[in-house]
């Protein structure tokens, strides 16, 4: 069994891929969307943010705070199905991404 300080930096480490994998497919953004497209009640807030800004301004924010500040993580993640299906009929594959996500759910989930 591994301690949550393993866990916490094995999480960490997939944040950092995630993020690099969003830079090198050039879909890392400079600028935050406008306040109001955070306050969607839709899954993934796909009515006001693409799934790549969903990644970066409210997954990635959210899972750093949480392993900065110490806190407990989520025990269910299922962010890289998602991942899959917006990259389905895209240019870019995107199959780096998806694996550094499906890492970070398996290790949330704990399998």
């Known amino acids: 069994m591994t301690d949550s300080g393993d ?5 960490a480490d997939c944040l950092l ?7 090198k497919l050039d879909l890392w953004e400079a600028e935050r969307p406008p306040e109001k497209a955070f306050q969607s009640t839709e899954p993934f807030s796909l009515d006001t943010l693409t799934f790549t800004q969903w990644v970066q301004f409210v997954f990635l924010e ?12 989520p025990s269910v993640s299922g962010v890289a199905p998602m991942a ?5 009929g ?3 594959s ?3 991404l998806i694996r550094e996500l499906y890492a970070i759910d398996q290790l949330l989930s704990g399998s």
Do not use: D, S, T, W
Not at 62 to 73: A, D, F, Q, S, T
């Open 62 to 73: 959210r899972m750093k705070l949480i392993v900065e500040n110490g806190h407990p993580l």
């Open 90 to 92: 895209r240019p870019e």
């Open 94 to 96: 995107g199959q780096a």
């Open 17 to 23: 891929g995630i993020e690099m994998e969003l830079r």
């Open 7 to 11: 866990i916490m930096g094995q999480v």
């Open 84 to 88: 899959g299906e917006y990259f389905r």
